[in-house]
């Protein structure tokens, strides 16, 4: 009884496969292979047969009895049918079964331009690969990049905090990465100068940035310089627990004796 039972399991596992051409990786159906991307070939029940390789400059791969098979161009699915296909024309395998795999795609790039170490193009590493992914092996961030990237898709621009959103890329994405917004400080600290502006950053954060106040200057004395809707620039008093924004100028002046 129970090896009629592993025969009954073993036909219905061989008639499950056998209406399954390929197994795809989870990418969409119409995405071709190309040059670069990395594939895992297996074949039912022929575990020698089993091939990890990559596509060759030449859209080709070179698998075991056929030979080389001409794959770029195709979806995972109709590169699976064109290797059974070989195997069986070769008369190797009567009714073959193989299941395509993409470990790593190289072919799907995107561009990275803009304030990053190495700005070019690179290959999606895999399905999940993010904005994050792709600065990291750019380089990382220029000294005044901003975290805040716009990604460009279909003609489209979007903008991407990638410390806040995990984002995923997709082949043919531009990732631009641009200056970090910054504020100005003045007068009586240790180093005037613009500085990167954080994220709910107080006046008394940039005066800290600058250096601190000099022993001239009076906490009590801030001046701010801002733009207003219309472009006009407004000077007003500052407290230490206001918040900085883009483009301010932040002054300090001298103690009163």
């Known amino acids: 009884m129970k090896g009629g039972m592993k025969l009954a399991v073993k036909w219905m596992v061989g008639l499950v496969l056998g209406s399954i051409a390929i197994l795809s990786w989870a990418q969409q159906p119409s995405d071709k292979l190309g040059a670069g991307d990395a594939l895992r070939i297996t074949v ?6 089993t091939t990890e390789t990559r596509v060759s400059e030449r859209g080709t791969i070179a698998m075991p009895l056929i030979g ?12 699976g049918a064109q290797i059974g296909e070989a195997f069986k024309k070769g008369q190797y ?4 079964q193989v299941a395509v795999a993409v470990t790593t795609v190289r072919s799907q790039q995107v561009s990275v331009i803009g304030l990053v170490t190495r700005p070019g193009r690179y290959g999606l590493e895999d399905i999940n690969y993010k904005v994050a992914d ?3 092996a750019a380089g990382g961030f220029a000294p005044d990049g901003s975290p805040i990237v716009t990604v460009i898709r279909d003609g489209k621009a979007q903008k991407v905090d990638i410390l806040k959103t995990s984002f995923a890329l997709k082949h043919g ?3 631009v990465v641009e200056r970090a917004p910054v ?3 003045y007068g009586e600290v240790t180093r005037g100068g613009a500085y990167r502006v954080e994220e709910n950053m107080t006046v008394m954060q940039a005066i800290a940035a600058g250096g601190g106040i000099t022993p001239r200057g009076s906490e009590r004395r801030l001046k701010l310089r801002r733009a207003g809707p219309d472009g006009k620039v407004v000077e007003t008093d500052l407290s230490l627990q206001d918040t900085v924004k883009a483009n301010d100028t932040i002054f300090v002046k001298e103690a009163l004796f």
Do not use: S
């Open 44 to 49: 039912f029940q022929q575990p020698d047969l």
């Open 183 to 185: 504020f100005y400080i």
């Open 93 to 96: 395998l009567k009714n073959p």
């Open 134 to 136: 792709v600065i990291a």
């Open 68 to 79: 080389e098979v001409k794959v770029a161009g195709l979806t995972a699915q109709q590169a």
């Open 173 to 175: 994405d531009t990732v």
